[in-house]
């Protein structure tokens, strides 16, 4: 992944599994910037889910 310009986000939202989806695609959007390929992408999409929904069933 190449990085392209220095930019972040906050996001929050209400713990909910129906917003696992919205976490996830909101993250890949966001690292879309940095050019990721496919494989890369959804890599963190995987990532951002299992954080999400650990947050979720254990916070």
Avoid: C, W, Y
């Amino acid at each position: 992944m190449k990085t392209k310009a220095f930019n972040e986000v906050t996001l929050e939202f209400p713990s909910r599994s129906s917003n696992e989806a919205f976490a996830r695609a909101a993250a890949a959007s966001f690292a879309a910037q940095m050019d990721p390929t496919l494989n890369e992408l959804e890599d963190i999409k995987t990532a951002v889910s299992e954080a999400v929904t650990n947050a979720i069933v254990h916070g």
